[in-house]
């Protein structure tokens, strides 16, 4: 199930074989990080560094995704993998993202490790979710990662176009057509959406679980 490249990892350490090898040997590679950092640590964290509103109920969403994505690929760490999504965008108001974009992801690392929950699985897929800092996605939880991030603000922006702003309004059908407009919500990644393919789930399975994920907890992020 690995290439040459897969191979020659072998050599140099457990730490990067995750990266070659099938979903099962990656979910049991996060397992050994488990019980780190608990989900309500990771919360407090996100309220500590964050204040802003919009990147708070964004951050929950993204979670939720996660989770939802967790469910169907890594079942035994869905928790590990909300908590991924609920802290990848933990240095939003710290870094200087508008002036170097390079910031965004390495400061989220930095910050977790000084607040003693330094994790090089969870730092990799937050810093692969922003590949603009150097890392590119390569394991099944930084693709989930990188795809869920745009996908969360594009189911926003569509339930945004409906009377009651209600993600319970958005239909399967109205995120494939909305997708293919290109100016709309252009600030969501469609290349990002669509590197969730590389998990193993398709883009109508990707559709189905967002939705799903993000009406459970409609409430908490206003939608
Ligand atoms: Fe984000």
Known sequence: MFSLAGVDCLQR???NIMHYFTNVTETESYKLMEAKLTREQANELLHKYVKGEHYITHSYAVEAIM?????????????YWGICGLLHD???????????????????????RDEGFGDPVMEN????????CGKNPETTLEYALIAADPMSGFVKAIAQIYPDKKVASVKHKSVNKRYKETRF??????????????????????????LESMR??????GL
């Open 67 to 79: 989770r939802g994505l967790a469910k169907r690929l890594a079942p035994d760490d869905v928790e």
């Open 90 to 112: 933990l240095d939003e108001e710290t870094c200087p993202w508008r002036e170097d974009m390079a910031t965004h992801g390495p400061t989220s690392a930095k910050i977790l």
């Open 125 to 132: 897929a937050i810093m692969a979710h922003n590949p603009q």
């Open 185 to 210: 919500a252009a600030g969501a990644n469609r290349q990002f959406m669509m590197l969730i393919e590389k998990t193993g789930i398709s883009w109508d399975e990707f559709i189905d679980i967002a």
């Open 13 to 15: 350490g457990p730490r």
């Open 216 to 221: 459970e907890i409609a409430d908490q992020i």
